[in-house]
């Protein structure tokens, strides 16, 4: 596997705080993967994510200890531009940082600010609003935009710098069943193309219809637990015990299955 991102033994707690809020984490992430990332509220998900792209700890300031090397090269060493380019995050309420007048302009922002020259920010605004189905609407108005609508353009603003990888916050709030089955397409379509999938998420059974290739289970700012979707939603009394609803299928499954055994020692 080519990792693309490798966090070794971080920690980091947040300035005027006393709690770290990620204790001694070492993961690896690689290209052409979904990866979902589950936990309570306070088990260090999001703060996982800002390691990654150099929000920690470039603007966010603590106590960092151990590294975060994104292509091999750490974090600290390198600015939140330059890391950009690298790992692309999609916030949790992202349209509250638009500001362009329209969908275009605000995808061609993000590759313009970090230098492309002008043609290769026009290729890269419509390949971008084409791959999440927006180019018919890229004269309008971000805020005319639908709730769904709006969450594919925030993906698109990312994917037209280009990283290797997009990191997403809680991407399927406030969103209904069609915009989460279209999110769905994008991410599969993304990985297929090569492109590495970071998804923190409360909601499981959106996680377990995404199919991702790896989940971790943060609790307390540690890894709790790591593995396929079915190893780790199988374990729906770890599950408990970290605050997360099991999917539906699986519940249902466990539940099935003891019905069958209820059955099978009422028939000796």
């Known amino acids: 596997m080519n990792s693309l991102i490798k966090i070794e033994n971080a920690s980091f707690r947040y300035e005027g705080t006393d709690r770290f809020a990620i204790k001694d ?47 091999g090269v750490d974090t600290r060493d390198a600015s939140v531009a330059q890391l950009a380019r690298k790992v692309g995050l999609v916030f949790q309420n992202p349209e509250h940082m638009f ?12 590759p313009r600010s970090i230098g492309m020259s002008e043609s290769e920010v026009s290729e890269s605004a419509r390949s971008s609003l084409e791959e ?5 609407v890229r004269k309008r108005s971000p805020w005319s935009l639908s709730g769904g609508e709006m969450k594919r353009l925030s993906i698109a603003c990312i994917l037209a710098m280009r990283p290797s990888f997009l990191a997403l916050d809680e991407p399927t709030i406030g969103q209904d069943a069609l915009s989460k089955d279209s999110l769905t397409k994008i991410l599969r379509d993304l990985r297929s ?40 939603f199988s374990d729906l009394r770890g599950l408990v015990m970290s605050q997360l ?17 209820v059955r099978s020692i009422g028939n000796v």
């Open 245 to 261: 609803i099991p999917p539906v299928p699986y519940l249902i499954e466990r539940l099935c299955g003891r019905c069958l055994d």
């Open 99 to 110: 500001f362009s007048e329209t969908v275009e302009e605000e995808v061609s922002f993000g």
């Open 132 to 136: 999440v189905g927006l180019w018919e």
């Open 25 to 71: 984490v070492s993961i690896e992430f690689d290209r052409g993967r979904i990866y979902g990332v589950v936990g309570p509220n306070g088990s260090g998900k999001s703060t996982l994510l800002r390691m990654m792209n150099g929000l920690i700890p470039h603007f966010y300031r603590g106590e960092m200890r151990g590294r975060v090397l994104v292509d």
């Open 193 to 232: 193309e090569g492109r590495g999938i970071i998804v923190v998420t409360h909601d499981l059974d959106w996680l377990s219809e995404l199919d991702p290739d790896e989940v971790v289970v943060l609790n307390r700012g540690s890894v709790y637990r790591k593995g396929t979707p079915g190893e780790v």
